[in-house]
């Protein structure tokens, strides 16, 4: 019966390799050179083990007598011994290479020596081969299984990694050069022609086409590129030739940032890999003494105590099994592998995760505090109206937009837009921003303060208050209050969905935190559903009420701070986890950011919690299942009920099982 399953198996096996080979292996991104030749090496073996199945004894016993008295047990021995190195070459070899480096404990040592020990004790007692023959075949066929996870894995961050534009086309005497990128300066103006990659960070100043942004974002829908509209390179022009002129250096833009943070990714261990890490060196020095011990003191208290024989071969067997059972590979490969994965399936879905770590706090999230302006806004105001104006609107407007030239605050461009005239700098002096209020200057020998109401109490000068929903600034002009700026944001389309999907997600609790008026921060969180509001905010301010957020929250809860500006970077910071909008975020947010929204979408935010908590389960899965299996097939090896065929399952079949779940972390479109 049990020459029946192995053939069963072994034929299986085959044509399982042969499959992999002809239909994987010929497709384009399929197997390696090095995939292929283990798969050829796994085919060979089988198909050798499956035919020596089939060869009568007695053909083997015709050869007795011609060189040596045994030489049909020693030619049966010689194909047996063949077919061991086609598969197993390479694991004795780096047995050999780790006791040489004095690494020993390791996977390849344990099979090298059940294996090796196995085959000689069927040479002393001429039993069957086939044993250490199938332990290493399936041991060498779950690390290919291994391996091609792992490439299947990596295929989304490599997908991710061609987003590296190789040139940037200047113009130079009429005609396009193609030079480095690196070699390009800010203000200098590329041409992206259709097909090609925007290789750098700019503003499109000539031209209009269709972006490609899968590759950052994961969005499938093109995104239209006009006249006076930053694009951020990685993005493939698809329609039209578009004129950029550049407002970041190669090494600053958003390519050069995506790229550092995935290949950064994996040097940061999640506590559970680490977990893996620190157990597998104390747990595979243990199993080896302990197979040793298991070999040697029930022979020794059988002779000296009992009376009884000594059994070696008995014992010596169970001990082999032991060590073959006890290889901890399941948990050494699956659950970075599981982490890796999770990354991998993030990244294609336009989250970028900076390390497993972040992945596994990710996955405890319980209380998510927003920014509002360029998060859950768009960022983009409009001026709605004047009011309460001393002097012609205009006027005020152009006084208020010389002010705020220099500030890159989307209020202040938006005063800028407004004005719609080009900016006299030279009319402006003496500008003096003041944190959280607003700012001050000289304007054409004028002060002129534009702010907020804290500004105009700062001041002293008596102000207006204004009915309308919205950003209000106030403007005083040669001291005196000459009325104020209604400037409205725009929420953006899934904000309110955002928040829906969190609460379904199992987020106990949403907070937004806003340096803006406390009428409009009122009415963005009732539209959106968010629980708590704080406005009128100072950044200094948002730090302290995160951190009575991380003192009022349950112990093993984690927070999530989600913003984007510059002011939002010591926030990230200290929040539990750091979540930045990755498209026209500040590089300050994005550096000090654990995770990176590249489409600058918050309903991204609760997928990404999902991608998390799919990844831990599937690691928590994988540890219980292995440490079990593990444990109980150990006792059985220790008292001889399981033989070297349930030590290859508990082993290898495990492996198999534990890589194959892991694997379903990269599925997560449907989360």
């Not at 509209?229 to 578009?242: A, F, K, N, R």
């Not at 992945?359 to 409009?382: A, I």
């Not at 654990?594 to 994988?622: E, G, H, T």
Request: hydrophobic content about 45%; proline content about 3%; aromatic content about 6%.
């Amino acid at each position: 019966m049990q020459e029946l399953v192995i053939s069963i198996l072994l034929t299986a096996v085959v044509l399982m390799a042969a499959a992999m080979l002809l239909f994987v292996g010929s497709r384009e991104g399929g197997m390696k050179r090095k995939q292929k030749v283990m798969m050829i090496r796994i085919l060979v073996t089988a198909a050798i083990l499956l035919a020596l199945q089939f060869v009568p004894a007695e053909l083997f016993d015709r050869l007795d007598g011609y060189l040596v008295p045994s030489a049909g047990r020693w030619a049966r021995f010689a194909c047996y011994l063949i077919n061991y190195f086609i598969i197993g070459h390479d694991i004795l070899r780096k047995a050999a290479k780790g006791i040489k480096n004095r690494r020993v404990f390791d996977e390849s040592f344990l099979m090298a020596v059940a294996t090796v020990g196995a085959m000689a004790l069927a040479i002393y007692e001429n039993g069957e081969y086939l044993e250490a023959i199938a332990v290493m075949l399936f041991y060498q066929i779950g690390e290919w299984f291994q391996g091609y996870a792992v490439g299947k894995s990596r295929r989304n961050i490599s997908d991710l990694m061609d987003i590296r534009p190789d040139y940037a086309n200047v113009e130079m005497d009429g005609k396009l050069e193609q030079v480095d990128p690196d070699e390009v300066e800010v203000g200098s103006v590329i041409v992206v022609r259709p097909g090609e990659k925007v290789p750098i960070d700019g503003e499109v100043i000539e031209g209009n086409s269709s972006l490609n942004t899968s590759a950052l974002t994961g969005e499938s829908l093109p995104k239209e590129a006009k006249v006076g509209d930053e694009v951020i390179s990685g993005c493939i022009s698809m329609t039209g030739v578009l004129k950029i002129r550049t407002t970041r250096e190669f090494g600053e833009s958003t390519v050069s940032k995506i790229l550092d943070l995935v290949e950064n990714a994996s040097s940061r261990k999640s506590r559970s890999e680490d977990f893996i890490s620190k157990f597998a060196r104390v747990y595979t020095p243990a199993v080896c003494f302990s197979a040793l011990a298991l070999a040697l003191i029930p022979p020794a208290v059988r002779t000296l105590f009992l009376g009884l024989s000594a059994d070696w071969g008995v014992w010596i067997y169970r001990a082999l099994t032991f060590l073959v059972i006890s290889c901890p590979c399941a948990l050494v490969i699956s659950i970075p592998l599981s982490f890796f994965a999770g990354i991998g399936g993030a990244s294609g879905e336009g989250v970028l995760v900076k390390g497993s770590n972040y992945l596994e706090t990710l996955s405890k999230t319980r209380y998510v505090v927003f920014d509002k302006t360029g998060t859950m806004t768009k960022g983009v105001f409009e001026v709605n109206g004047i009011h309460h104006s001393t002097m012609d609107d205009e006027k005020l407007l152009e006084y208020a937009a010389l002010a705020e030239s220099d500030s890159s605050h989307p209020i202040s461009k938006s005063l800028q837009r407004a004005y719609g005239k080009e900016i006299d700098r030279s009319r402006v002096s003496d500008i003096r921003e003041i944190s959280g209020n607003g700012v001050t200057a000289r304007v054409d020998g004028l002060e002129v303060a534009a702010g907020n109401d804290k500004l105009m109490k700062h001041l002293g000068i008596p102000y207006q208050d204004c009915h309308q929903t919205g950003t209000i600034i106030h403007m005083a002009v040669g001291g005196n209050y000459a009325g104020h700026i209604v400037i409205s944001d725009i929420v953006k389309p899934h904000a309110k969905a955002a928040i829906e999907e969190l609460k379904k997600a199992g987020v106990d609790k949403t907070v937004m935190l806003t340096g803006d008026a406390k009428r409009v921060a009122d009415q963005v969180a009732a539209s959106l559903g968010i629980d708590e509001v704080c406005s009128e905010l100072l950044p200094a301010d948002k730090v302290e009420r995160v951190e009575e957020l991380l003192r009022a929250k349950p112990a093993r809860a984690k927070l999530a701070f989600v913003g984007d500006g510059i002011n939002d970077a010591p926030v990230l910071s200290r929040a539990d986890i750091g979540i930045a909008m990755g498209a026209m975020g500040s590089d300050a947010a994005i550096e000090a950011a654990d995770i990176v929204l590249m489409d600058d979408d918050p309903l991204k935010i609760a997928k990404a919690i999902k991608i998390s908590r799919k990844c831990l389960r599937i690691v928590y899965q994988n540890i219980v299942f292995a440490l079990a299996v593990k444990f109980a097939c150990l006792a059985l090896g220790a008292v001889g009920i399981a033989n070297m065929y349930l030590a290859i399952f508990a082993d290898v079949g495990v492996m198999v099982l534990a890589v194959l779940n892991a694997i379903r972390c990269l599925f997560v479109k449907k989360l």
